[in-house]
């Protein structure tokens, strides 16, 4: 058992597939591996908050060997839209407190598919709206490197899992960076794809495309099998993007081809950004010209306080749509004892939105999106801090304001994610830095549709400048 242990938790979720392939280790002593090490560790995080660990022992009895790059791999789903019939389903909201998927989305169903086992949902925001994880109905997430400071969010509870060794991989989605910001906040890799690049249905759109779901993990690899996994647009999605020409597990064991790279450590706001930070992106720099890459800084021109009040303006109507969508399956509508202070707020918000105000809006942000692609289009690869700070304490995001736009200024940290989410473009943070003695992302973003090329340069960089030994003392 011992053996299996140090296995399981040393070992990425495409290694512990190739074992399982080999007959090296069965699918259910990994599951049951899993159990062990969430038991252990998840009461010092709060980042597993619901167990579903007899849905893990039941697909574990299912794996084909081999069948997938991640065929009896455990993993968890974010506690986040994503359904998984029979699962819970509450948003981390107590006004779906007693929801329960009927379905499985899609993203679900491709899972399952390949192969992997289910044990347990993760810890997310009330709705998703934060950069950390400290919902009232769960409870907060705290950063496996300092329990004093935030995992992120809004899919905390996933990358503090991994950063653990609780589980390889787990699920994580992203409307304005919350991939990447727990990826950077817990030391793990975090990717948004392109948008298109994986349907969300039962959903057909998501903020106006803003919105995207792949996951967290420790290694490139492992986040190149699961966008083979679940990759693909359905019939009739609002966007398409054509599909990969060869595996993306392919596209991490090839060297890049000689890229133009563009880099900048100045937030397009004009507020600082922490040294050691900036350190690390020139750091990052540096060695991609040593790989013989053309490389060069360049400044976004991007107004980002504008930009970022338009898009979150947007989204309260989304999120209005969205809950009063919900009522039908809650049974009556939401008020303001069901929800944090800033979901009402931004409730309200939407609600009290003209239908041809939010019309502008969603042109305004397709339009900001485009000159974002269009400027950065010179640049095969484009590479910026994740965040312009270290984690900030427990607490800093807070949910209980009833001021939206106050709210919404604390976010300023994370400044180089949300434009990625308008643009369309995939964008990766990497474990490649370190501010106050705590891990700090770098992001490389590319073209839309150049997932491959993202995760080339990000497999070179993983190995000329590695992380897999960098774990957490809680793990």
């Known amino acids: 058992m011992g053996d299996i242990d140090t296995l399981y938790r040393g070992s990425d979720a495409v290694g512990l597939a190739g074992h399982v392939a080999s007959g090296d280790v069965r699918a259910a002593e990994l599951v049951e591996a899993a159990v062990r090490a969430i038991e252990e560790i998840n009461p010092a995080l709060n980042a597993v908050i619901h167990k579903l660990y007899d849905i893990g022992r039941a697909g574990a009895a299912r794996v084909a060997p081999g069948s997938s790059p991640l065929a009896g791999a455990p993993f968890l789903l974010k506690e986040l839209a994503s359904q998984w019939e029979g699962a819970p389903l509450t948003n981390a909201s107590r006004y779906l407190k007693d929801l329960v998927a009927p379905a499985d ?29 400290e919902p009232v109905l769960y409870g907060a997430t705290v950063n496996p490197w300092d329990a004093s ?27 304005a960076g919350s991939i990447r910001v727990p990826a950077s906040c817990c030391g793990v890799v975090g990717m948004k794809p392109s948008r298109g690049r994986v349907t969300l249905f039962p959903f057909a ?40 020409q060869q595996p ?16 900048t450590v100045t937030p397009p706001d004009g507020r600082a950004i922490d040294a050691e930070i900036a350190a690390a992106v020139r750091q990052v720099a540096t060695t991609l010209e040593d790989m013989g890459h053309d490389v060069s800084e360049h400044d976004m021109a991007l107004d980002a306080d504008a930009a970022w009040q338009t898009y979150t303006d947007m989204t309260c109507v989304e999120t209005a749509g969205m809950f009063d969508a919900l009522a039908e399956f809650v049974g009556r509508p939401a008020t303001a004892e069901d929800v944090e202070p800033v979901t009402w707020a931004i409730i309200q918000r939407g609600h009290a939105t003209r239908g041809t105000e939010h019309a502008g809006r ?51 940290d994370a400044v180089f994610q949300f434009p990625f989410n308008m643009s369309g473009q995939p964008a990766i943070s990497l474990p490649l830095g370190t501010a106050k003695g705590l891990p700090a992302g770098v992001q490389l973003v590319a073209r839309r549709g150049d997932e491959a090329g993202l995760l080339a340069v990000s497999a070179a960089l993983e190995q000329a400048m590695p992380w897999a030994d960098r774990r957490p003392q809680v793990a």
Do not use: H
Request: hydrophobic share 40%; with cysteine; charged share 20%.
């Open 105 to 133: 989305s899609e993203i679900s169903r491709r899972l399952r598919a390949g192969g992997l086992c289910l044990m347990g949902k993760s810890n997310a925001p009330e709705n998703g709206w934060s950069i950390s994880t």
């Open 149 to 175: 400071v935030t995992a992120g969010g809004s899919s905390g509870g996933s990358a503090a899992a991994v950063a653990t060794g609780m589980i390889p991989v787990a699920e994580a989605s992203d409307g």
């Open 205 to 244: 759109d998501y903020w106006a495309g803003g919105a995207y779901f792949l996951c967290n993990s420790r290694t490139v690899r492992d986040t190149a099998a699961w966008l083979d996994v679940v990759q693909g647009a359905l019939p009739g999605d609002p966007y398409w993007i054509a599909p990969p």
């Open 248 to 263: 993306y597990m392919t596209a991490v064991s090839r060297a890049p081809e000689r890229l133009r790279v563009g880099f």
């Open 362 to 412: 969603v042109e305004q942000v397709r339009q900001i999106g485009r000159e974002v692609a269009r400027e950065l289009d010179p640049f095969d690869i484009f590479v910026t801090p994740a965040l312009t700070q270290p984690p900030r304490p427990v607490g800093y995001y807070d949910m209980s304001l009833t001021d939206l736009d106050a709210y919404n200024a604390l976010w300023t």
